[in-house]
């Protein structure tokens, strides 16, 4: 199968992706597969250390307020939008996919617009319960909308929807907890893994910066936090200012964004998070414990939505962002990490709602439209 994956800006529309492009080499060893993302964008960090082509293109969102500067800005976003669905056409034409496969963000949009005019067969892939913007103006060409949620059905009428989960890399459960932890945690003490987002949070880079003076003064745990691609020289620096030496502190680790997740993951005993559909997919099957901080700033509120429906099967704490700070949170996750027996629970609990099966669905799906070529 010669396939096209396209989406991109954060992890949680590039993962699923390459997920899928996993499983279709796990399937068809022969296949051909093609990236397609934002110029710019983190896609062009992690797409190539997979080993994968890549092809990027020119696209951004919109800017909504009514301003002098954001219509500049909007008429130039247009401009090279133009531009790029110009090129997605030339890309999708030399490459001749049996299909191309949109996986979420601005970055999606081209090439899956470009196969649509050509003819091309199409699948949609949306991980999170309220549909984006993308996704929702390329469905009702789609040939496949694949949800994780049942209700993001409502948005997709006329469309042909299959429900499939969301997507989680085999690498995450194919992970050894034992040798992970013999690297990243070798004194047996727990591990913390902090996470925010590819493009990281800043209120919550405020908090862990207080969280990381509070654990140096005891060093009880290990603490991987990834800071994000913004903001990774000032957040150190905060860290610095509030008196930690991260030098002496080797059981602290502090990275722009963490590569090996799996195996980080692996290792971790709690997990402190937003609430993105790829991330909780990737605590459920894994059974990790977390405290998950919805972000505020989604359409819908989804995150919150999703992390409420871990907390209700009891695998995960939420915590709103309002009411964060970096002494809530490390006396939170201090009080789990202290009673083994709960985090136990969580972690059963967390696992009875995973989707192991949803890679095969989307590549059974995809592979049947694939057909029709």
Request: aromatic content about 6%; charged content about 25%.
């Amino acid at each position: 199968m010669r396939i096209i994956l396209s989406g991109g800006g954060t992890g949680g529309h590039i993962n699923p992706a390459l997920a899928i492009a996993r499983q279709v080499q796990k399937e068809e060893p022969d296949s051909e597969i093609l990236f397609c993302g934002g110029k710019g964008g983190l896609e062009e960090k992690l797409v190539p250390r997979e080993g994968f082509a890549l092809k990027t293109f020119a696209v951004h969102g919109l800017r909504r307020k009514l301003t002098p500067a954001n219509v500049i800005y909007d008429l130039r976003v247009l401009a090279e939008a133009e531009h790029s669905e110009r090129e997605a056409v030339r890309t999708v034409r030399e490459f001749r996919p049996d299909i191309v496969v949109g996986c979420g963000g601005y970055a999606s949009f081209p090439v899956v617009r470009a196969a649509q005019k050509l003819g091309v067969p199409t699948a949609l892939l949306e991980v999170n319960a309220f549909p984006g913007v993308t996704t929702k103006a390329l469905a009702k060409k789609a040939d496949a909308v694949m949800i994780c949620f049942e209700e993001s059905r409502r948005f997709f009428e006329g469309a042909n929807v299959v429900m499939t989960g969301s997507p989680v890399r085999p690498d995450f459960l194919k992970a050894d907890r034992a040798a992970a932890r013999r690297t990243l945690c070798p004194d047996g003490r727990p591990l913390i893994v902090s996470v925010w987002g590819s493009l990281g949070a800043e209120h919550l880079n405020h908090c862990m910066a207080d969280f990381i003076a509070l654990e140096a003064q005891h060093d009880a745990h290990y603490l991987i936090h990834a800071i994000g691609s913004w903001g990774y020289t000032w957040v150190r620096d905060e860290i610095a200012a509030k008196g930690t030496d991260l030098s002496k502190h080797p059981n602290i680790d502090v990275r722009d964004y963490i590569y090996d997740m799996p195996s980080v993951m692996a290792a971790a005993d709690l997990v402190l998070c937003r609430g993105g559909a790829a991330t909780a997919a990737e605590l459920a099957v894994m059974g990790k414990p977390a405290i998950i901080v919805p972000s505020p700033n989604v359409a819908e509120n989804h995150q919150e939505k999703n992390a409420r429906a871990l907390e209700a099967a009891g695998g995960v704490e939420v915590m709103l962002e309002r009411d964060t700070t970096g002494q809530t949170l490390f006396e939170h996750a201090s009080a789990l990490l202290a009673d083994p027996e709960k985090l136990r629970r969580m972690s059963e609990n967390i696992r009875r709602v995973a989707k192991p099966g949803a890679i095969e669905s989307i590549y059974a799906c995809i592979r049947e439209k694939a057909a029709k070529t």
